[in-house]
């Protein structure tokens, strides 16, 4: 069953508002019990108590005011007049003694009588009982007082004295139980009160026991679901970064059937994929250029289902003496040789960001430009991987006694290069069935034409007009001829790349201005001066290929005239 991570949250924040939601509940029916003792105390035992006091109070005011009307009948008898303003006084205090009683008792029996309440209801009976003994008393005192009152009236003195000290026993018996019940009421008040207080008190530690009970429980239900949260979230992390770092075999666990899960099963299925395209660009990569490969699977839409217009640069290398040098191997050790010698060689194409198209045997076809190289630098990386390759050959020579395992009799291997630039067609180009991406036009052609010229000139790295110009910064180049090759209407200026500006030795530079000079002299038919220039151009380099090819074409031009609009232009007839 799928739970989601929205669910999982809102399940987080339920239990915590749940377990507050107690809490807050529990909380509030303690403070209401309290509340209610409090108001218990203050609405019953409180109002008693004073009650209780001011009975005795007001049972002491009637009996001062029976001092002071005694007191007045005894200094004054003949004056009638005091007589009623007194007993009006002590019948107000009486009176107010009663209600008093009556009251704190009515409260009392309320109390007893309320399911609800707390207090101690033998305890509040007594009083009860000790009140009602009170009221008795009270009534006791009122009828001795009536008949001290009569006594009075008729001037019976010694029966007067009985009389009054029968009032004050009775005063002080009464005031001695009001004393008494006064002091119950207290202990009673005092117990109530202390009683409310430890609810309070044991409300507010259940409060908080709660509440730490609903802290512990929330954080232990939200820690287990964010560590259900955050654990695979870091196995993704993991996972990502060991991805970045190119390991493809990472495999997360699903742990959940949440997003989560379904997360982690779209980043196993994207490991999957990304060790699938591994797997392609190893394999193909072998086949292909990386870089078109990658294109191919990543963004197949980049290089385009159809040719586009485009000026590349051309490249076409080829091993010379070949042939010579298979005479004698055997089909394996050949292909030893080979693949040895294409390694070395196409080291410094990739090096360059050049795009290896194909081998052809033991050549190889290469081209540069957009997307894989800027449109300013084609050219010149293209020279500078010839130049490198040229160096490699050094290496491939000095490996030769160990691949073929013939220590003597070993043909100098060399190579031919050719680089044209130009505009060609480049894209997919094949059937449905198979294509490849590649490059058709005139400038292949003349790449491969010039590759192919280098054995005439007896040399090895010709460009044509266009190479020479963009790459003009980085390498030093000589004019050779201008040149008209098999499927070209109009003739190509080539050029030989003689190194790195600033690293051509000084003889080599000298060979080429003197060959310059025989070329000019050569296409203005100064038979004797082009010979002589290009003598001493053989003079500084000796083995200089295009000199000696230009001596034997002036002796030829000498005996067999050239028409009057020949335009030097050479043409090449072999493929």
Not at 126 to 155: F, K, M, N, P, W
Not at 246 to 261: F, K, N
Request: with cysteine; glycine share 8%.
């Amino acid at each position: 069953m799928k739970i989601s991570v929205g669910f999982k949250i809102a399940a987080v924040v339920l239990v915590l508002l749940s377990l507050v939601s107690t809490v807050a509940l529990v909380n509030a029916r303690s403070a209401r019990h309290v509340q209610s003792l409090i108001q218990n105390v203050h609405d019953t035992y409180v109002p008693s108590y004073g009650a209780l006091a001011r009975a005795n109070l007001r049972s002491a005011e009637e009996g001062l005011f029976v001092r002071r009307w005694l007191f007045a009948r005894v200094q004054t008898p003949e004056d009638k007049s005091v007589t009623p303003q007194f007993r009006q006084h002590i019948a107000e205090k009486a009176q107010q003694a009663d209600a008093e009683l009556k009251d704190a008792r009515n409260l009392i029996q309320s109390e007893i009588a309320n399911p609800a309440s707390f207090g101690d209801k033998l305890g509040l009976t007594r009083l009860d009982t000790e009140i009602e003994c009170l009221q008795r008393r009270h009534s006791e005192y009122e009828t001795a007082l009536a008949a001290l009152i009569g006594t009075v009236e008729q001037g019976d003195a010694p029966k007067m004295q009985d009389r009054l000290n029968e009032l004050d026993r009775l005063r002080d018996a009464f005031n001695d139980e009001s004393e008494a019940a006064r002091r119950a009421m207290m202990r009673l008040l005092d117990d109530a009160s202390n009683q409310a207080a430890r609810t309070q008190d044991v409300s507010v530690k259940i409060g908080l026991v709660l509440l730490g009970l609903a802290l512990i429980l929330g954080s232990a239900a939200a820690a287990l679901i964010t560590i259900g949260l955050v654990r695979p979230l870091r196995r993704l992390l993991a996972g990502t970064i060991l991805i970045q770092q190119g390991r493809l075999d990472i495999e997360v666990p699903v742990t959940s059937r949440d997003e989560v899960g379904e997360l982690t099963a779209g980043f196993n299925t994207m490991a999957r994929e990304l060790r699938s395209k591994d797997r392609i660009r190893e394999t193909f990569g072998r086949y292909m250029d990386p870089r078109i490969v990658e294109d191919l699977i990543d963004q197949p839409d980049r290089l385009g289902g159809t040719g586009e217009r485009r000026e590349m640069t051309i490249f076409f290398s080829d091993m010379r003496d070949f042939t010579s040098l298979g005479e004698g191997m055997t089909p394996a050790g050949m292909v030893r040789i080979v693949n040895r010698y294409l390694a070395l060689m196409s080291a410094p194409v990739r090096r360059n960001h050049g795009v290896i198209d194909k081998y052809i045997g033991d050549g190889i076809m290469a081209f540069w430009g957009p997307p894989f190289s800027q449109p300013g630098e084609q050219a010149r990386l293209a020279c500078l991987a010839g130049l490198e390759q040229i160096a490699a050959l050094q290496t491939f020579r000095a490996e030769l006694p160990d691949l073929t395992g013939f220590r003597r009799g070993l043909p100098s291997i060399d190579m031919r290069i050719g680089i044209a630039t130009g505009e060609v067609i480049v894209g997919n180009l094949g059937s449905d069935v198979s294509m490849s991406y590649t490059v058709m036009g005139d400038a292949v052609n003349v790449a491969s034409r010039l590759e192919v010229a280098s054995k005439a000139y007896g040399t090895r790295f010709l460009v044509n007009a266009r190479t020479a110009e963009m790459a003009d910064d980085t390498i030093e180049c000589r004019e050779i001829d201008r040149l008209l090759v098999k499927g070209k209407q109009e003739p190509e200026r080539v050029f030989e790349v003689l190194g790195r500006r600033g690293e051509v030795p000084a003889a080599v530079r000298e060979m080429a201005d003197r060959y310059a000079e025989g070329l000019a002299f050569y296409r203005q038919r100064v038979w004797l001066s082009a010979t002589a220039a290009f003598s001493a151009a053989l003079q500084a380099v000796p083995e200089d290929g295009p000199s000696r090819e230009f001596l034997r074409r002036v002796a030829l031009l000498e005996t067999d005239e050239p028409p009057v609009d020949w335009d030097g232009v050479w043409t090449l007839w072999e493929k």
